[in-house]
């Protein structure tokens, strides 16, 4: 592998990465720090794990007017997620 890495290929590492069913908790943070080095925004991927543990989200949901709130089941934090309305 190429020691240096343009950003169009990076956006594919990202993206072939969050194509997988599972992954583990390190694997995460590696593909953090790259999307950070190469200026990636991970937008819509960061509702897929927890902010505080970074295993993949599954748990408890909450829904009100403004926010979707999920209870990690790991470490039980609450990620919140602003509702855009209509």
Known sequence: MKSKLSKTEAQGIVDKFFKRKDWRVDELKKLKRLAMKHHISLKEYKRLFCKKC??????KTRITKTYKTIVCKHC??????????F
Do not use: S, T, V, W
């Not at 970074?54 to 748990?59: F, I, M, R």
């Not at 039980?76 to 855009?84: D, P, T």
């Open 54 to 59: 970074l295993n993949p989200l599954n748990g």
């Open 76 to 85: 039980n934090y609450a990620n919140k997620r602003k509702i855009m309305p």
